[in-house]
């Protein structure tokens, strides 16, 4: 009896299973993917937590408890049981050069140089490896790193490289090193004049060092050959490999050439883009996408433009960011304004003629009074145009003066910053600009009470693409140099949240796609990524050594750490 009974009532809720699942069925369509067993940190006020997410097409259809998300499981829907593990929304990296980033995961590696003679001897290496008439190019040295931490010379690679052309990069892109053969196809001499917002190193009787700076570097730009499109193909497929093995599911490229654009579009029509592309050329290119009427943001999910991004001024290891007051070890200088401020009367006709075609305006500013003079301009711009929502950027803001802050905020333009800078520069920043200019310098939490919106990036191939690094280094701000193991300016801390806010919603807010992506929201593009260790909960000093273990574009898995066919470089 008993046993009939039991009978009975599982046949009894089996029916009405069938047909409330059927009531179901005919009210909303199977999910393509469902994420069970997460714990997703969602990145949208209204909904922080969650368990389980469903994803329709590219689009995220549902996002709950288990139970909830199990209601849009069909016979096709793929299942992924997360573990426990967190997942978060797709990283978007506010500021990277995707192009160079790909080329340099092949090119000669010299950060980790500690020395001259190795930094000859991997000179050597790959000049032997190089095909004749080719360059050797990246590099990415850090002279800081040596002792005595001297700028380099051609004098130290020339032997190593004799029938080579070479011109590798100090890491931040604002310097570099020619050898003499590179130097004599640049065709410059003891009696080339330094360009405006440029200089070539001399030595003490007036010869070049091989040492460029900034605007200098164009001598050389403009001899060396470019990518052909084949292997600008390659490039940005390595780019697009290395993005998705780390989790970054949208970029926004600064500077791009017009041949990386037509790359894109071209990979796009295949189907071969998984990672989100805003692309930003140059401000002296501005009449190009006003002439075909261009405005912010144009185009698809996967591809955009209608941004221009614009210098104006170098970096602080270079001694090229400009500052109100001197460096405080180089004399008198303190900086230089870039060739395209000169005069600043040309910058504010461009932007001018980019605003008021729609265009977005994202201008590279790092020392205090560079950036100081770019809020001049966008108040100009602002006054002659009137208030709009324009999302003007500056990117790095690295060393603010106090009295920037507020009209940062005033202005609503955003911070498009890279904490990886922060823990790399707070190495050397205060032998350069001291304590007081210190404090004010990358400084994330200062902008965050102020008001100011905050996007992460990296400014790949100067840093690593990693945003775990990001994360890391916004929350810890412990220096690469392991002295400041509680933070170099500790009060500049964010936390995960805040860090994860700014890499996620923070940089879709930058490029007018806050409404697209940037939380794991239903109606938003399914970008997801789920990580080896819960973030929020582990010693903020292990977030570094969190992996990616799946990404998700578009409700499409990516990278999938587990699976060999995806591993990186391999396509
Ligand atoms: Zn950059």
């Known amino acids: 009896m008993a046993k009939f009974a039991s009978c009975f009532l599982w046949a009894l809720s089996a029916f009405a299973l069938a047909i409330s699942s059927c009531a179901e069925a005919q009210s909303k369509p199977a999910a393509d993917l469902v994420i069970i067993n997460a714990k997703i940190w969602t990145v949208d006020k209204s909904r922080p937590s969650a368990q389980a997410v469903a ?9 709950g408890s288990n139970a909830d998300i199990d209601t849009w499981r069909g ?5 992924i049981d997360a573990g426990g593990k967190l997942l978060l929304p797709g990283f978007n990296d506010a500021h990277v050069h995707f192009v160079s980033g790909g080329q340099q995961l092949d090119n000669v590696q010299l950060k980790d140089v500690t020395n001259p003679q190795e930094f000859a001897r991997r000179m050597a290496e790959r000049a032997k490896a190089t095909p004749k008439g080719e360059w050797v190019l990246g590099g990415n040295w850090d002279e800081t790193k040596w002792n005595p931490p001297d700028m380099p010379t051609k004098e130290m690679i020339d032997a190593a490289t004799p029938g080579t052309p070479v011109f590798v990069s100090r890491y931040d892109g604002h310097m570099g090193l020619a050898n003499s053969l590179a130097l004599r196809l640049a065709g410059i ?6 360009p405006p917002g440029g200089t070539i190193v001399r030595d003490a009787k007036g010869n070049p060092t091989g040492a460029l700076k900034d605007a200098a570097i164009d001598y050389i730009d403009k001899v060396v050959p470019p990518l052909s499109h084949d292997q600008r193909v390659k490039v940005v497929r390595r780019a697009l490999a290395h993005a998705a093995s780390l989790g970054v599911t949208s970029v926004q490229h600064m500077n791009p050439e017009y041949e990386d654009i037509a790359v894109y579009s071209e990979l796009l029509e295949r189907g071969e883009l ?3 592309i805003y692309a930003a050329p140059l401000i002296t290119q501005v009449d190009d996408q006003v002439k075909i009427g261009i405005r912010h943001s144009f185009g698809g999910p996967f591809l955009r433009i209608g941004a221009v991004k614009a210098y104006a001024d170098g970096s602080l290891g270079s001694g090229t960011a400009y500052f109100y007051e001197p460096f405080l070890n180089q004399g008198n200088n303190r900086g230089l304004l870039s060739d395209e401020m000169h005069p600043i009367s040309l910058m504010r006709d461009r932007m001018m003629k980019a605003d008021a075609a729609g265009l977005q305006i994202c201008t590279h500013a790092i020392g205090d009074e560079g950036i100081s003079t770019i809020l001049d301009l966008y108040a100009d711009v602002i006054k002659a145009h009137g208030e709009a929502d324009r999302r003007f950027r500056i990117e790095h803001a690295q060393h603010m003066a106090a009295k920037d802050f507020d009209r940062f905020a005033q202005l609503h333009v955003i911070a498009s910053v890279q904490p990886y800078h922060a823990i790399d520069d707070g190495r050397f920043a205060e032998g350069h600009i001291g304590h007081d200019r210190s404090s004010r310098t990358y400084a994330f939490r200062t902008f965050l009470d102020h008001g100011v919106r905050l996007a992460f990036g990296t400014d790949w191939e100067v840093a690593p693409l990693n945003p775990l690094l ?17 933070g170099w300016f500790p009060e500049q801390k964010l936390t995960v949240a805040e860090a994860v806010e700014a890499y996620t919603m923070g940089s879709a807010y930058a490029e007018f796609q806050e409404k697209e992506k940037g939380s794991i929201t239903p109606g938003k593009l399914a970008d997801m990524v789920l990580l080896s260790d819960d973030i929020f909960t582990i010693a903020p000093t292990k977030i570094r050594d969190t992996r990616v273990l799946k990404t998700i574009v578009g409700g499409k898995l990516v990278w999938d750490a587990n699976a060999a066919h995806f591993s990186e470089g391999s396509r």
């Open 470 to 486: 990001g994360v890391y280094a916004a929350v810890t701000r412990a220096t690469l140099d392991d002295k400041n193991p509680h």
């Open 75 to 79: 016979p096709h829907t793929q299942v």
């Open 274 to 276: 998984t990672t989100r």
């Open 55 to 63: 994803v329709l097409g590219d689009r995220i259809v549902a996002v």
């Open 189 to 194: 001499t003891e009696n080339t004049p330094d």
